[in-house]
């Protein structure tokens, strides 16, 4: 079994900036894909933004410019870095692995952006 652990939401204003972790614990043999989702009320979740092993990264258009998705694979952990955060940043962020063919989810972060 694999465990997801999210870590880093919160309340920032506008402008500001927010760093978002996740952590997998369990039996890994193999993590393929790391990625960030977001579900604003009342609308559906999105990908926000990718990593795959071998490095290569890939952005939602809202997002390319101000947010960096990296990876530590010897901690087996994820990052997000937002910057110049927006209100419609505002949402739930959820974390997902492919765990060795099989994928995980964080149980999800609240991000919020509000003066």
């Known amino acids: 079994q694999v465990q997801l652990v999210e870590s880093g939401g919160g309340l920032v204003q506008p402008g500001g900036s927010l760093r978002l972790s996740c952590a997998a614990s369990?039996?890994?043999?193999?993590?393929?894909?790391m990625g960030w989702y977001r579900q604003a009320p009342g609308k559906q979740r999105e990908l926000v933004a990718v990593i795959i092993s071998g490095g290569t990264t890939n952005y939602t258009d809202s997002v390319k410019g101000r947010f960096t998705i990296s990876r530590d694979n010897a901690k087996n952990t994820v990052y997000l870095q937002m910057n110049s955060l927006k209100p419609e940043d505002t949402a739930v962020y959820h974390c997902?692995?492919?765990?060795?063919?099989?994928?995980?989810w964080g149980q999800g972060t609240q991000v919020t952006v509000s003066s």
């Open positions: 997902n692995f492919n765990v060795d063919f099989r994928e995980y």
């Open positions: 369990g039996s890994i043999f193999s993590i393929y894909k």
